[in-house]
């Protein structure tokens, strides 16, 4: 080795010993008589001091040092003097008496400061990721990243799973999302499909007696560019035999608890992690991927508006909507420019507008007067009927009620983000807390009202729950699934189920979807032949990996938890692909391009 200590472990303790570091120049500071460089590698960073006097060689070089340059010191470890020590670093009690420096590679001056946690243009990071990498936020977090794959090994190890790899060139695997496409030079005119994730594969695995799985796997999917989306994702891929719901969830609750107290301990979570239906999640937070870091619970308010003469709310009543709103704590002495901004927000969330109800004053609910009630819809609600209200929804005097009348889906969605968006104004979340929470029984399907068709509310190849599979050829929106969902802070961190595991009732959840007959046994003939020799029943759930760093780390930009993640519009701007290939190897595989788009 080049060096015989790194550069984060020196302490008081070593002073005397003669050490080799390594590294690259993080800083230099040039005091006339003495040169002082911080040398950085992974570990951390040691202060080394060149004295002229001392070493004289080992001072010329330092002076041709520069940023980033890299660097092997030599000397001996001391203890800083008093008044010098910096607490804020776990090597700052000592530094390092240079007797040898030896310069190993010069550096460009770098496009940004590596030193620095300043902002940077992302494309240029991009650019220059191994720059970006050397960073200190991004070298913490390709640690975490690791520590957390290697908890997530180490726990399913123990646990008697198997870890098998499974193919990335392989046939489409619809799972809602287009396919990336290889072409085989060997059969021209035919095409490998990268998966979009090893649904299937886990499957034939539980056929094929595995009984345990897992795999950090990388899934592929060709969808249309979004801000937290990449072509390529990673997974814990996870499958089990012999298992219902709570096994599945119990074993991720006990691995996600296991993990964050081990790798991040300054995160706090909800124990034991809440369980929501489906219904239970939309009634009360408005969506399937509730945050659960502050209340603000929603009621239903539609018995008690259709009892009013607003016809804001009547309307919406009768016409088969909803009034649904929460209570905004403390909030009742929002200005008018306040409020207004609230009903910009719910409306450019399709909501038609937002009615809101101030309580002003201290005193008890039950003595509120209508000169407290500050309201656009004052004038057509009783106090006794604005008092039901704050009852239902929990509002106190000095709260504010939020409430959206319309249609149910846009009515859920505009307070849903509402929601979110008055805790995240009130500040009301714990920085810390990381509120995980399962969300089960979900519809199996899902009305796709563009198509006209069904669709999977997850993926194909879930179950029905007992009883509610005599609906899936009269009334497939009243089957519920053996579905869950694994929710963060309002992120979706995982999806999975209890699979459906013979061929005669996969076949109607595929007649259901509109896959002909044909299809079905283009896509998915081995799954129902190997379903014919002996399935055991199974179930599953594939945590998204990223998605998860994103929850510790608290960036909120999915390209900052990966060590080379594509643009925002797919792009790979270090390598510059996708990029147009030679003519040659078109030919070897029979392709002619017929457009190109620069
Ligand atoms: N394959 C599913 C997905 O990628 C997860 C699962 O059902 O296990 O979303």
Redesign the pocket.
Known sequence: MLKSTSCGSLTAEDAGKIVTLAGWVNRRRDHGSLVFIDVRDRDGLTQVVFNPEIAPEACEVAGQLRSEWVVQVEGEVRLRPEGTRNPNIPTGEVEVMASRAVPLNRSLTPPFYVNEDSEVDELLRMQYRYLDLRRARMRDMLILRHRVVKFIRDYLDERGFLEVETPILIKSTP?GARDYLVPSRLYPGSFYALP??P?QLKQLLMAAGVEKYFQIAR?FRDEDPRADRQPEHT?L?L?MSFVEEDDVLDLIEGLYTALIESVTPHKSLIKPFPRLTYAEAMASYGTDKPDLRFGMKMADLSDIAANTDFRVFTGAVQSGGIVKGFSAPGCAAYSRRQTDELIEFVKAWGARGLVTIALNGDGALEDLSAAQVRSAASRFLSVERIRQIARRTGADMGDMILIVAGAEKTTNQALSNLRHEMGRRLDMARPDLIAFAFVNDFPLFEWNENEGRWDAM??AFSMPKYGSEKYIETDPGRVTGRLYDLVANGFELA???IRIHTRELQERVFEVLGYTKEEVAERFGQLLTAFEYGAPPHG???PGIDRLLMVLTGMDNIRDVIAFPKTQNGIDPLFGAPSPVDQAQLDELKLRVLTTSH
């Open positions: 799972e979009q994730s649904q899934c997974q891929d499958e997850h993926h999806s999975g189920s599953g759930i594939a």
